[in-house]
């Protein structure tokens, strides 16, 4: 753990002495009702805004792609929570007692985005050239008149088993009910912890750990199985030919990225009131953006090896889907998700005062969640015909969709998710690492 002078950036000063545990570990509750109001006055915004592109000309397309990226990016959050939670239920350790009940509530948004996705299963045929034409009649048919090509003919009816609208309800009940089975678990088995008895005790503290470490565990792996399933499913057979071994390992670092940056968020607001204010020090928060630096490292690296192993290979089958995404002005969205994504979050981490100031942690992980959408829409839009001339704003303002949906979209899941926050204390009372928490920081 880090040791050092504590520092505040805005506000700096020592404590010498060990904390108490405030009387009262209940969430602020004005405080984040506030937030909820403001979320929800943002999102009726957007929404309102949204409607209007119903009218232009490709609007309902870009509001549909949009809604996508909205929901993809409410999952990152929903389930990278529940991954999480259960890593650090496995690996143990002061930062995860820090953002436990944040991720507690991040995993029980799950029930919402779950709801989220019968919109995108209902319109799939707009945005899925396998679910527009779900057989090999109905895709010889689109090849004969211009709408296919030959080998996406040929992709779609190879896979077929897996992508058609049967099998994608099928796959999205099944990821789902077992994601919600998990949740509700860890949730539950999170209250009764607290309630044990024999709490305080080690029988106790080592009865839990073994409990959760053995479903989470194996937890860990399904999740992996499962995010891989449902990022081929929705996001990468946009484009039915387009292959990659280290696509869902991709989407699960990337969650991990988004929900490292939103729980220090999160974490450090509500340390501007009780209880978190006597919890969070600067050794955790440190730690904290340490995490979010290895995330962040890992990010770029799988990212960046997907792209070398493509561009040394040099198939014709493959870098299609690359250069789509550098053509007609993509190449400056491209660049810009490098510098944005990757590059920024990358050179600010490194400074140890930065990881230790309040402040400028809250505007690097707000930054860093915009990155992540920004991301999102790299992922989704240039898989469309029409993704070339939709960047020139001149009879093409549908586009803007990608910025008003998913303001929608996540503004309605923060405000569920604050909601979810308020209904349980923000610290695990019976876990032997609460008195770590306490000890006063160690200044050499």
Request: with cysteine; charged share 15%.
């Amino acid at each position: 753990m880090s040791l050092g002078h504590e520092h505040h950036g805005d506000a700096g000063h020592h404590d010498h002495g060990p904390r108490v545990l405030p009387s009262s570990l209940a969430a602020p509750e004005e405080a984040i009702k506030a937030w909820r109001t403001r979320l929800l006055i943002v999102g009726g915004a957007a929404a309102l805004i949204s409607l209007a592109f119903l009218l232009l000309k490709g609007g309902p397309g870009h509001i549909l792609r949009a809604y996508l990226m909205g929901f993809m990016v409410s999952f990152g959050f929903a389930g990278g929570g529940l991954a999480m939670l259960m890593l650090q239920y496995v690996s143990g350790g002061k930062w995860g007692l820090l953002l436990r009940r944040p991720l507690e509530a991040a995993s029980r948004t799950l029930w919402l985005v779950a709801a989220m996705v019968i919109p995108v299963l209902f319109f799939m045929k707009h945005l899925y050239q396998w679910a527009a034409y779900p057989n090999a009649k109905a895709t010889a048919a689109a090849y004969a008149k211009g709408l296919m090509t030959q080998e996406q003919m040929l992709t779609a009816n190879a896979k077929h088993a897996m992508l058609s609208p049967s099998a994608a309800v099928v796959q999205v009940v099944i990821v789902f009910g077992i994601l919600l089975l998990f949740t509700t678990l860890l949730n539950r088995w999170s209250l009764q912890r607290d309630a044990d008895p024999n709490a305080g005790s080690q029988s106790s503290f080592d009865y839990w750990r073994i409990k959760f470490e053995n479903l989470s565990g194996i937890g860990i792996l399904i999740y992996v199985i499962l995010l891989t399933d449902l990022a081929i499913l929705l996001i990468k057979s946009l484009d039915v030919t387009w292959y990659s071994s280290i696509y869902g390992l991709q989407f699960l670092v990337g969650q991990g990225y988004q929900t490292l940056a939103l729980g220090i968020l999160i974490v450090i607001l509500l340390s501007r009131y009780q209880p978190m204010k006597s919890l969070l020090r600067v050794t955790e928060q440190h730690d904290l953006g340490k995490f979010a630096f290895a995330f962040t490292m890992l990010n770029i690296y799988l990212c960046f090896a997907e792209f070398l192993i493509i561009w040394s290979g040099n198939i014709p089958d493959e870098i299609p889907w690359y250069l789509a995404r550098i053509h007609g002005g993509w190449w400056y969205i491209c660049s810009l998700d490098f510098i944005c994504h990757w590059l920024i979050p990358f050179t600010l981490l490194l400074s140890r005062d930065l990881k230790r100031n309040k402040q400028k942690m809250i505007w690097l992980t707000c930054f860093m969640i915009f990155a992540r959408c920004l991301d999102m829409f790299w992922l989704i839009e240039p898989n469309f015909p029409d993704a070339a001339g939709n960047l020139h704003l001149s009879g093409n303002l549908g586009i803007l969709a990608y910025i008003t949906v998913p303001v929608a979209v996540l503004s309605v899941w923060g405000a569920y998710y604050l909601t979810e926050l308020m209904k349980r204390p923000l610290m695990n009372v019976n876990d032997p690492h609460l008195e770590e928490m306490l000890e006063p920081e160690h200044a050499h």
